[in-house]
């Protein structure tokens, strides 16, 4: 859109702004693919069964619910 409208500067800061984002994007997956290589070889842990107190507090207020 700010190449249709001629403007350049806009085009070149936005240009320029991707670029930097994208490198981000690079260095945060290259850090984060050795924790996610150790997280998936963990086992899981078994969830434990809610509560009455816990079922019912989540029904009462779902957005507090995890």
Do not use: D, F, H
């Amino acid at each position: 859109m700010a190449t249709t409208l001629g403007l350049t500067k806009a085009v070149r800061l936005l240009n320029s702004n991707l670029k930097e984002e994208l490198a981000a994007v690079r260095e945060i997956n290259a850090a984060a693919r050795p924790i996610l290589k150790q997280s998936a070889q963990q086992p899981e842990e078994p969830k434990k069964p809610k509560t009455g107190q816990e079922k019912y507090e989540a029904k009462a207020k779902p957005e507090l619910a995890k």
